[in-house]
């Protein structure tokens, strides 16, 4: 069975340093697809990346980049010169291959506290 | 711009009352979903629907049921709430063949 592991539960860092939040996926399929979610204190899931198992190049989205590695089967998240309004629940997914639907697996969360 | 809303931010009922949380996706997906978030222990998928009147169990169903009666309307019953159900309760929705969900906004439930 899929399992998405995020070890890090809270994270308090102090603005404009560079922070990094790690997930580890267990799978056995061949095709996946990784996501990570933000979740601000309001509430509501954003989306910010979804990247595809055989794609292993590196992504880069202004003050975000993600590192995806298959050979340990990691896809962590830096966040460069961290600002307060990073302050979030950050959650990381993995597909779910199971009955051909599209669910998503999540880890537990990282909690950021980013502080001024 | 892609729109998924709950009807309640906020809520409180009484042990014991039937619960109806209702969730409405504007973007013609096919795939709804349910989830409790709970500190500790992520999202926990509670009732997944992927066709008008077709559902799925996920990991916790026990004490919910859902209702889909129209693709755009995913409803979540707690046909008689209890104090453990007291939780933050996220719906989603995606495209078939499309992994990626669309969250709204959440209905943090508090049952007293």
Redesign the interface.
Known sequence: AQKVTQAQTEISVVEKEDVTLDCVYETRDTTYYLFWYKQPPSGELVFLIRRNSFDEQNEISGRYSWNFQKSTSSFNFTITASQVVDSAVYFCALSESQGGSEKLVFGKGTKLTVNP | DVKVTQSS?YLVKRTGEKVFLECVQDMDHE?M?WYRQDP????R?IY?S?DVKMK?KGDIPEGYSVSREKKERFSLILESASTNQTS?Y?C?S?????????????T?LTVT
């Open positions: 931010r795939n979903f500790g222990l992520g999202l998928l997944f992927y799925e933050m996220l989603a995606n495209r078939v063949a499309s992994y990626e969900q669309y969250f709204g906004p959440g943090r």
